[in-house]
């Protein structure tokens, strides 16, 4: 009879500490997860500031070109307009779309 009995409480022990370690793997499994979504983030934030940056550079150039250029060529804004037009088209949606689908996901 002791035999079961040492039996069942290895089995009792063995349930439990399953049990542990199923808790402690969701937990590391959040907190991957956790750590996933705020890499995500700061790549998604740091392009759209870089890329604000890059726009911001380049207009300040073309705006010292253009202080210095003929005035048949003061008009030729296109590069700006598209860079511009990139930011506030492309840009700005993946980032609101990327931040808004991980850190909402939580919940």
Known sequence: MST?????KLIAQASEDTSFAQ???DAQKRMQEADDRSNIGKIII???????AAIIFYIIVTG???????????????????MVQVLSSVML????LVLGYYFAKDK
Not at 66 to 82: C, G, H, I, S, W
């Open 4 to 8: 079961q009995a040492d039996l069942e």
């Open 93 to 96: 949606p993946i980032v609101t």
């Open 46 to 52: 740091w392009a759209f500031v870089c890329l604000i």
């Open 64 to 82: 010292l070109v253009l202080l210095f250029a003929e005035d048949e060529q003061r008009f030729q804004l296109a590069p700006v307009e598209l």
């Open 23 to 25: 808790k402690d793997f």
